[in-house]
C-alpha cells in the first residue's frame, strides 16, 4: 500500500501508486497491465476536476486471437486508470485509503489492433463522501485520434467512515 505524504502533489500521487502496481515483486492480476502503461500526464484543480491521462503498445499478451485488445484488457486497463484518477484527488482522509468497483461499464467502438498506441484518458466525474463516478476514453494513435473503448465507473469508497 502506498501512504501519500500530505504535501504530494496530484501527480506525485498517482505516480507513487502506478509504481507500486508496476513493482517486480508486486504480482496481483492488474500487475501485467501496470507495467506496459506509461503515465502521460496527471491534471487537477481545486474544484475536484482529475484526469489522468496514460499511453500504451498493444502487446501480444493483452491480444485475443483476432490480433486485438482483449475485451477483458480493456476492462481491467480502465479499472486501474480510472481509479488512479481518484488517487489524483484524494487527499487525507479523504478516499486516501481502499476504494472497491461498484459498476464498470465498457463499450466497444472499434479494435484495437496489437502494435497500436492507445491513449487512456479517465476523469472523476463525480467523488462523494462515499460513492464516485468516473469516466474513461481509449483512443487509437494519438490523444485526438478515433474513440475504440469507453467506459462509465462507479466506484465505493472502502476506508469511509459509516453512519
Same mark, same amino acid.
Given at each position: 500500500?502506498?501512504?501519500?505524504?500530505?504535501?504530494?502533489?496530484?501527480?506525485?500521487?498517482?505516480?507513487?501508486?502506478?509504481?507500486?502496481?508496476?513493482?517486480?515483486?508486486?504480482?496481483y492480476h492488474d500487475?501485467? &497491465?501496470? !507495467?506496459? /502503461?506509461?503515465?502521460?500526464?496527471?491534471?487537477?484543480? =481545486?474544484? *475536484?476536476?482529475?484526469?489522468? @491521462?496514460? $499511453?500504451?503498445?498493444v502487446p501480444r499478451?493483452?491480444?485475443?486471437?483476432?490480433?486485438?485488445?482483449?475485451?477483458?484488457?480493456?476492462?481491467?486497463?480502465?479499472?486501474?486508470?480510472?481509479?488512479?484518477?481518484?488517487?489524483?484527488?484524494?487527499?487525507?482522509?479523504?478516499?486516501?485509503?481502499?476504494? &472497491?468497483? !461498484?459498476? /464498470?461499464?465498457?463499450?466497444?467502438?472499434?479494435?484495437? =489492433?496489437? *502494435?497500436?498506441?492507445?491513449? @487512456?484518458? $479517465?476523469?472523476?466525474?463525480?467523488?462523494?463522501?462515499?460513492?464516485?463516478?468516473?469516466?474513461?476514453?481509449?483512443?487509437?494513435?494519438?490523444?485526438?485520434?478515433?474513440?475504440?473503448?469507453?467506459?462509465?465507473?462507479?466506484?465505493?469508497?472502502?476506508?469511509?467512515?459509516?453512519?
Open positions: 500500500m502506498v501512504e501519500a505524504k500530505d504535501d504530494w502533489t496530484p501527480e506525485q500521487k498517482v505516480k507513487a501508486w502506478f509504481e507500486y502496481c508496476s513493482a517486480e515483486d508486486y504480482d500487475a501485467s &497491465v501496470a !507495467r506496459f /502503461l506509461k503515465l502521460e500526464e496527471v491534471t487537477f484543480s =481545486p474544484t *475536484g476536476e482529475a484526469t489522468t @491521462v496514460f $499511453s500504451f503498445i499478451e493483452l491480444a485475443n486471437a483476432n490480433g486485438s485488445l482483449h475485451g477483458g484488457a480493456v476492462a481491467l486497463i480502465f479499472d486501474l486508470t480510472t481509479s488512479l484518477s481518484i488517487v489524483a484527488q484524494s487527499r487525507k482522509g479523504f478516499w486516501d485509503g481502499g476504494h &472497491v468497483s !461498484r459498476t /464498470l461499464n465498457c463499450t466497444f467502438l472499434r479494435p484495437a =489492433p496489437e *502494435g497500436t498506441k492507445i491513449f @487512456v484518458e $479517465s476523469k472523476v466525474v463525480h467523488l462523494g463522501k462515499r460513492m464516485a463516478q468516473t469516466t474513461g476514453t481509449m483512443k487509437l494513435g494519438s490523444k485526438d485520434g478515433k474513440v475504440a473503448y469507453t467506459c462509465e465507473h462507479g466506484k465505493a469508497n472502502a476506508g469511509a467512515a459509516s453512519l
